[in-house]
Structures are given as structure tokens and as C-alpha cells.
Antibody, heavy 120, light 107 residues
Framework: EVDLLESGGGLVQPGGSLRLSCAAS????????MNWVRQAPGKGLEWVST????????YYADSVKGRFTITRDNSKNTLDLQMNSLRVEDTAIYYC?????????????WGQGTLVTVSS | DIQLTQSPAPLSASVGDRVTITCRAS??????LAWYQQRPGKAPKLLIF???YLQSGVPSRFSGSGSGTDFTLTISNLQPEDFATYYC?????????FGQGTRVEIK
């Protein structure tokens, strides 16, 4: 079965760090671009970051550039998001997600999400 | 960056209605647009890709159209399970942006 399972969310103080992980199963992980998308409480969806299938290309929203780092381990079928210098406005559910195969493709699979709360 | 503006926000409708949601891009994105449905407490679900192609398993009452800067999502014969929030997303370029969402509410 095709699945994405996030972990690593929790409560962190402003300025702190957190690392999210996503375990992928049921598909050829290294052939798909992967993303993190977040949703603040009661708000809309915000694209955060994308990494290519090989891991050689990464893209970030301006709101997280320089603070967040997306990486993948194709030998372990895992996707990570290292979040540093966290701000209150980073509080959100973070979804791991998989693009459809190819370029300029939409998100065809979403995880269930993990909640990150940044608060003192 | 490409901005996406959805309308209306929100939308009130009844079971059996035909509803249309519009997504306007700040610059041309060809047909690189997707539509997602999100029910409360759930992850989004892909409905339409490449502006007008129905994702496998999605009921045929959902349809998409448009190209360039103006796009629409139409739900014909609205069903109870369709009351949800709908988002458009452009995948033409990075940063990939979403519209602000349109909540379809029960009238």
C-alpha cells in the first residue's frame, strides 16, 4: 500500500529547532519529487519546500528560506525537514507529500500531517 | 511569484446544485493548475490536474477548465460529501502557490 507517515512534530520555543521525518512506502521513492506543505490553524495551505527525486534540486518558500532544509535518503525511503530559528508563525500542521511522476506535476499523495507548535 | 486568487469565498449551496469556483493567476501558467479538496481534519485530496484532467477515482461530477490565467472548478449535482474547502495550486514554477481556498457550505 502506498503511504506517507510523518513524525517529529511537537512543542518548541521560539528560536528553537525541530526535525520532521516522513517514511514512504509502497512506491519507487527515488523517482518522485517530494514536498512539505503546511497549514496554520484555521488557515489555508502553504507550500513550504520541494526536493527532486535524486535530491539534487531543492526549492523553498521565501518564508522559510535560510531557516529550513529539506533532505531525502533514497536508501531508506525517508524525507526530512530540518527547521531552525522557529517562529510563532511557523505553527502549523506539516504535511509530507508526493508529486505525480514527471515535471510540473501536482501532489497526488499526502501524509496525515504532524503538528508543530512554536510557543513560549 | 505567481499569485492565485480564488472566488467566491465562501460559497453557500444546496445538495443537487451546480457550483463553480474560479481561480485566477497573476500571470499565465498554461494548464499547470491543480485542484484539491480538503474535508475538515483531513489531508487534501487531488481532484483535477493539468487544469482539466480528472484524477483516478474522483467522481465525474467534478470537472475543471481553463488555461492561461483563468480557471474554473465545477461540481455538478452537489453531494453531501462535497461540502469541503477547495484549493487551486499552480505547478508551473517555483515557488508553488496555492489559492486561499473556497469553502463550500450548506445553504
Amino acid at each position: 500500500e502506498v503511504d506517507l507517515l510523518e513524525s517529529g512534530g511537537g512543542l518548541v520555543q521560539p528560536g528553537g529547532s525541530l526535525r520532521l521525518s516522513c517514511a514512504a512506502s509502497g512506491f519507487a521513492f527515488n523517482t518522485y519529487a517530494m514536498n512539505w506543505v503546511r497549514q496554520a490553524p484555521g488557515k489555508g495551505l502553504e507550500w513550504v519546500s520541494t526536493v527532486s527525486g535524486s535530491g539534487s534540486s531543492t526549492y523553498y518558500a521565501d518564508s522559510v528560506k535560510g531557516r529550513f532544509t529539506i533532505t531525502r535518503d533514497n536508501s531508506k525511503n525517508t524525507l526530512d525537514l530540518q527547521m531552525n530559528s522557529l517562529r510563532v508563525e511557523d505553527t502549523a500542521i506539516y504535511y509530507c507529500s508526493k508529486d505525480a511522476r514527471g515535471y510540473n506535476q501536482p501532489i497526488e499523495l499526502w501524509g496525515q500531517g504532524t503538528l508543530v507548535t512554536v510557543s513560549s | 511569484d505567481i499569485q492565485l486568487t480564488q472566488s467566491p469565498a465562501p460559497l453557500s449551496a444546496s445538495v443537487g446544485d451546480r457550483v463553480t469556483i474560479t481561480c485566477r493567476a497573476s500571470q499565465s501558467i498554461g494548464s499547470w493548475l491543480a485542484w484539491y479538496q480538503q474535508r475538515p481534519g483531513k489531508a487534501p485530496k487531488l481532484l483535477i490536474f493539468a487544469a482539466s484532467y480528472l484524477q483516478s477515482g474522483v467522481p465525474s461530477r467534478f470537472s475543471g477548465s481553463g488555461s492561461g490565467t483563468d480557471f474554473t472548478l465545477t461540481i455538478s449535482n452537489l453531494q453531501p460529501e462535497d461540502f469541503a474547502t477547495y484549493y487551486c495550486q499552480q505547478v508551473a514554477s517555483f515557488p508553488r502557490t496555492f489559492g486561499q481556498g473556497t469553502r463550500v457550505e450548506i445553504k
